[in-house]
């Protein structure tokens, strides 16, 4: 379990770019529309409420069954990954490679298919030599990576039964929980064996905890410590909504605090659904967005802020063709709300593309339902990845040209269209200045904008010797000045 005190120890990316839109001209009746939007949501997918024990024989009910159904199909992971040092001596020996160690390291998994599939965490296995998983019944099997997604913070393992039965696990509808439900996590911490906590959802849509763009967590008060990474957060009913990944920390024994984060099991399902084709991928709607503020959300009838408001459509995006348009507030998806654009990325990315979902959108004071139809993310134009030659203050820094496909593929809430700053190696003289880095867009050079990585080469060639570059680094820009031999600069622009 990743954990770190007061925060998350967990490496992801997070963030987005979005753009401002006045929305001035909205008018109408707010109560009427937020009431109308809500009506139109509920028609497309609601639920019944959830009932509370009505007795005192109900609340001393035993968990015992469902731990029963769980905890099978619950395994233990043990890693092993060979280290080697190079040391640094003194005397005729300047150098020398120590005698390797080995490190070990522990999680949990879920079985979810009885052909020897394991669900985990990523750091769990990450850099992993050896795989062993262990089963409740005390049978060990070794296991092989198939797939992983760091962006997630999932892998998929496969173990070979060799013709024995193994417990599986059902991965429930993790867009039924709701903040009471009652919950069962059950993993190995701290390598005691298999353990099982109860609690409840604490939350259903927790985002920007420092993990990923396209995370989307359930959040538990049952007790999760460092070997629970992998584990299963299991319903009432049996079902896994969820797999426990991240905890913050108050102390430095990294012991659980009541704050536990699972990756719920709708996203688990995407992942799977990657590791079939060996490339994950979600659906794509070719639209931007951002956060209702206060006073957006008045202007647009709205008695608290909440939803997307759009303010770009891709040209011949899924979004275009449903009839969005920039102004509209995105209310619900299938009847879901949508809270601001990451909670709209997540319901978008949990859906199969090819499937259509029903957005209702607040419209001029009135609401309406669109049906759109989810595709794959277009590579247009292609990324044309490209090492700039020698001679310049980019020399050996690769570039490439941005798409939806690119950008998702990079997942750091990067626009869908610019040159974005793919890898600096660390022998790249940009390497010693700190700009540009990863995930750096290159707006201008020279005080050109630039629109390809055509545009970029031509740019830097025509004066090696001089180059000023505007760049964007997660909606912070800066202008940074190179001038040969070593003189190097940059400025907030």
């Not at 997070?14 to 909205?26: E, I």
């Not at 769980?70 to 005397?91: C, D, E, H, K, S």
């Not at 797939?147 to 496969?158: Q, V």
């Not at 991240?246 to 799977?272: E, Q, W, Y």
Request: a neutral charge; aromatic letters at 4%.
């Amino acid at each position: 379990m990743k954990i770190r005190s007061i925060a998350l120890i967990t490496a992801g990316l997070a963030g987005g770019v979005a753009l401002a839109l006045s929305v001035n001209n909205w008018t109408g009746s707010g109560d009427l529309a937020a009431q109308e939007a809500a009506g139109l949501a509920r028609a497309a997918g609601g639920e019944a409420d959830r009932v509370v024990p009505q007795s005192a024989a109900q609340v001393n009910l035993s968990f015992a069954p469902v731990a029963r159904q769980v905890q099978p199909a619950v395994v233990n992971i043990f890693t092993a990954r060979v280290v080697r040092q190079r040391q640094q001596m003194g005397g005729f020996f300047s150098m020398f490679e120590s005698q390797p160690r080995v490190e070990n390291a522990l999680g949990s998994g879920v079985i979810v298919d009885a052909a020897g599939l394991v669900i985990t965490n990523n750091h769990v296995v990450q850099g992993a030599d050896q795989i062993l998983v262990a089963l409740a019944d005390r049978r060990e099997y070794p296991a092989k990576l198939l797939f992983a997604e760091p962006r997630l913070d999932l892998a998929l393992l496969k173990i070979e039964p060799q013709g024995a039965t193994l417990p599986v696990a059902r991965l429930g509808d993790s867009d039924r929980a709701q903040v009471g439900d009652l919950v069962l996590a059950v993993g190995n911490p701290f390598g005691v064996g298999q353990t099982v906590t109860q609690g409840i959802v604490s939350a259903t849509a927790r985002t920007g905890i420092g993990v990923s763009d396209a995370q989307f967590f359930i959040q538990t008060d049952a007790a999760i410590n460092q070997g629970n990474s992998g584990g299963a957060l299991a319903a009432m009913n049996g079902e896994v909504i969820g797999i426990n990944s991240v905890i913050l920390s108050g102390g430095r024994d990294g012991g659980s605090i009541g704050l536990g984060f699972a990756i719920p099991s709708n996203m688990v399902k995407t992942f799977l659904r990657g590791a079939s084709s060996g490339r994950f991928v979600t659906a794509w709607i070719g639209v931007e967005g951002e956060a209702l503020t206060s006073d957006s959300a008045a202007k647009a009838g709205l008695d608290r802020p909440t939803g997307m408001l759009v303010t770009g459509v891709s040209p011949g995006s899924p979004a275009e063709a449903a009839g969005l348009r920039p102004g509209d507030i995105v209310y619900a998806v299938d009847g879901k709300d949508v809270i601001d654009p990451s909670t709209l990325r997540y319901q978008v990315a949990t859906q199969p593309v090819g499937d259509a979902v029903t957005l209702t959108v607040l419209r001029g004071g009135s609401a309406r339902n669109l049906q759109l139809k989810l595709v794959a993310p277009p590579e247009t134009p292609a990324r044309q990845l490209t090492q700039m030659p020698g001679g310049s203050i980019l020399a050996g820094v690769s570039i490439a040209n941005l798409s939806p496909a690119l950008a998702q593929e990079l997942g750091a809430g990067l626009p869908e269209r610019g040159v974005v700053v793919v890898q600096v190696p660390p022998q790249a003289p940009a390497a010693r200045t700190g700009f540009p880095r990863p995930g750096d867009i290159v707006e201008s050079v020279n005080g050109t904008r630039v629109a390809s990585v055509a545009d970029v080469r031509q740019a830097v060639t025509t004066n090696p010797g001089r180059t000023l570059f505007g760049l964007n680094r997660g909606g912070q820009r800066v202008e940074c000045l190179f001038q040969a031999p070593a003189s190097f600069g940059c400025r907030a622009a």
